[in-house]
């Protein structure tokens, strides 16, 4: 279920509208595309956990492939992405409430970060349940909406007969192009980033191998189901040329089909995918800087954990990379909050990138252990980075999301350039020779994650 959530969000819910205004119904392709590219992301994760290769460690992956400054480039780089979410999201959760609770978008904003923030410091286990219940709610309404609207396109409750004409009847089924069905595959891409939550949690399980295997296997049919699905329904139900960016395609698809109550539900059902983002990116923000603390590129003291195992101060120094954020969306929206959403926007693809190049040059190393079948996956790995760089390649030739694009670059350049000032610091205190953290370098890891972030010989 925590994958699901990572998978479900407002992406979809809201941010799919913006992918339609710019492919037409041809949207589906890019969704499809980039259900594939994640979907050999996750394979490529789980060939590396079960080679041992970070067990199950994300962005420690990386640092197992190309060694300690790509591991530092992507850690940081995949923690500001989420960092990002999180007073993204929380707005979010604010402009749905704000017409039900009189107050200030930036009040509520802040009392729904406070409120995850707590869920997050309790525990590991009441975030585990609260995304539970989050994730319930999101995949109980995405399973209704496609049944409502399958019915709807097949003419069972369509007053006029079947609507599947919507989907070539308005210009085509790519209206724009081909080039606009590539330009659109980075925010449906950013719409499906998520699904590498389940190996950050897998790392605090008991067999985080397993585990990983399992949740890999069902991602496919996931993908297809809510995604792929969901945005082929609403272009047949719904003209692509009445799709507003920025307003949900799935509230215009029930107000279409006149669903009573469709509006209140779907509102309903999109707030608790905020809040489920919002819940996910505290969780994540705090493991990679815990894992980084633990690495030595982060400060010794956001490793320590509460006796629930809950990394207390990582958690809450991501919470307040979001109230600063939070605060920059009130006094400077149009300039320093959007300059810090412009610079997420295809960062995540950078750290795929760098997860796929880490895949080949393990396969390179290890030619004299390889098993049958084991070409899939540097097949897989290069298949991915074609995607993306077609999808970067788009990107810069589209002037709405150029910008985007150089800002990204731009953040991958500060992160790339602290890494090599990194290099001319300590990285921490010397271990012991048995290999232990001496006295000051900071906490010891709890046992199952020892498994999960290996450590790697501390830079002299």
Avoid at 217 to 239: E, G
Avoid at 397 to 423: D, E, F, K, T
Wanted: aromatic share 10%; hydrophobic share 60%.
């Amino acid at each position: 279920m925590i994958t699901v959530g990572g998978i479900i969000g407002a992406g979809l819910f809201v941010g799919s509208s913006a992918a339609i205004a710019t492919a037409g119904p041809a949207a589906v392709v890019s969704y499809a595309l980039a259900g594939a590219a994640i979907l050999l992301v996750m394979l490529i994760v789980r060939r590396m956990a079960a080679a041992g290769a970070g067990a199950g460690s994300f962005t420690e992956l990386v640092r197992q492939g190309l060694g300690e400054g790509a591991g530092f480039v992507s850690g940081w780089l995949y923690w500001y992405f989420w960092a990002v979410v999180v007073p993204i999201e929380a707005l979010a959760g604010a402009n749905i409430l704000a017409p039900l609770v009189r107050l200030p978008a930036w009040q509520i904003s802040l009392a729904l970060l406070t409120v995850m923030t707590a869920v997050n410091l309790v525990s590991r286990r009441s975030y585990g349940e609260c995304e539970f219940w989050l994730s319930s709610i999101k995949v109980a309404g995405v399973v209704a909406f496609i049944g409502v609207a399958f019915a709807y396109a097949s003419g069972l409750t369509a007053p006029g007969g079947p609507t599947w004409s919507n989907l070539y009847a308005h210009g085509g089924f790519a209206p724009a192009g081909v080039m606009a069905v590539l330009a659109a595959v980075p925010s449906a891409i950013f719409s499906l980033t998520g699904a590498e939550i389940g190996t950050l949690a897998a790392a605090e399980s008991v067999d985080p191998a397993r585990v990983i295997g399992r949740m890999t296997r069902s991602l496919a049919l996931r993908i297809l189901l809510f995604y792929v699905a969901s945005i082929l329904l609403i272009a047949a139900v719904v003209p692509w040329t009445d799709v507003k960016p920025g307003v949900s395609p799935f509230a215009a698809a029930l107000e279409v089909m006149h669903v009573r109550g469709g509006a209140a539900a779907m509102n309903f059902v999109v707030l608790t995918a905020v809040l489920s983002c919002l819940n996910s990116a505290l969780y994540i923000t705090s493991r990679v800087l815990r894992t980084l603390a633990f690495k030595g590129d982060a400060p010794r003291w956001l490793a320590q954990a509460s006796a629930q195992e809950a990394p207390g101060r990582a958690i809450l120094a991501s919470s307040l990379f979001g109230y600063l954020a939070l605060f920059a969306s009130v006094v400077s929206p149009q300039a320093v909050f959007a300059f810090l959403v412009n610079t997420s926007g295809a960062v995540m693809m950078f750290v795929y990138i760098l997860l796929c190049l880490a895949q080949l040059r393990a396969h390179a190393r290890q030619r004299a252990r390889r098993r049958a079948g084991a070409w899939f996956y540097p097949v897989a790995a290069a298949a991915v980075i074609a995607v993306i760089a077609a999808a970067l390649t788009a990107m810069a030739a589209i002037p709405g999301l150029a910008s985007q694009l150089y800002c990204s670059v731009a953040a991958a350049a500060l992160v790339v350039g602290a890494c090599v000032l990194r290099r001319f610091k300590p990285a921490g205190r010397p271990r012991d020779a048995a290999g232990e953290p001496g006295r000051g370098a900071g906490p010891a890891l709890p046992r199952r994650l020892e498994a999960a972030i290996a450590y790697a010989p501390v830079r002299e």
